[in-house]
């Protein structure tokens, strides 16, 4: 990617949450630009892609911004963040964007060609955070602990963030329950597969639901 291309994404993630997940939000952000010329729908597909690709690459870059804003927990708390408040974080970054979500996030989860419906995207996005959380408060578990407390967490995170897209002002709430029962589920690999088929099968109500599936 083009250095213009990331300045033009970093200007833009400021302008989400009043134009979306949209290349009109990238248009914006391009006009922005100091002596930039008229930014069109040709020059944001010159640089980020035909079809949905611009918008998939602005959701990308808001994602990954997401992560660092839960590494600044860090440096403005005194205390050592736990898990908990760092995933808290991260639903209350979602707040200024809750009403776009649920389609950006169903346009990632869908591939172009052929239409398929991709949990990967999904599964990704959940696992990164989860694996943040537990780097951020400086996780020591090993071998199969390692891998079972992460993906609870990122069971617990995924089904919080689709209930805030649903009830956004019971999505802490609802998030701090899970949690609680996260920790009876590291013991209890069945139902955290369980619990892993009900998210899959969520995901896909939403894709469906918009048409995009």
């Known amino acids: 990617m083009s250095a213009g291309a990331r300045n033009i994404l970093r200007r833009a993630l400021p302008l989400i949450p009043n134009h979306g997940f949209t290349r009109e939000c990238l248009s914006q952000a391009a006009a922005s630009m100091p002596g930039a010329p008229k930014f069109g729908d040709t020059e944001i597909t010159a640089l980020f892609g035909e079809g949905s690709m611009a918008q998939r690459t602005l959701f990308q870059a808001w994602l990954q911004e997401g992560l660092h804003d839960m590494g600044l927990a860090t440096q403005v708390e005194t205390a050592k ?3 908990a408040d760092l995933l808290k974080r991260r639903l209350k970054y979602n707040e200024p964007v809750i009403g776009y979500l649920p389609e ?4 990632l989860a869908v591939t172009q060609v052929p239409l398929l419906f991709d949990p990967r995207p999904a599964a990704r996005h959940v696992s990164e955070i989860a694996d943040e959380a537990l780097h951020l408060t400086e996780d020591v578990s090993q071998g199969t602990q390692w891998y ?3 993906g609870t967490l990122a069971l617990a995170y995924a089904a ?3 209930h805030q897209m649903h009830s956004p002002e019971t999505a802490i709430g609802f998030l701090m329950r899970l949690l609680d029962e996260a920790r009876t589920m590291e013991d209890a ?3 955290a597969a369980q619990f892993g088929g009900f998210i899959l099968d969520s995901w896909k109500g939403i894709i469906k639901s918009r048409g995009m599936y």
């Open 160 to 162: 919080a963030e689709l």
């Open 81 to 83: 963040p736990v898990v």
């Open 148 to 150: 079972t407390r992460r």
């Open 189 to 191: 690999v069945g139902n």
């Open 104 to 107: 950006a996030a169903a346009m």
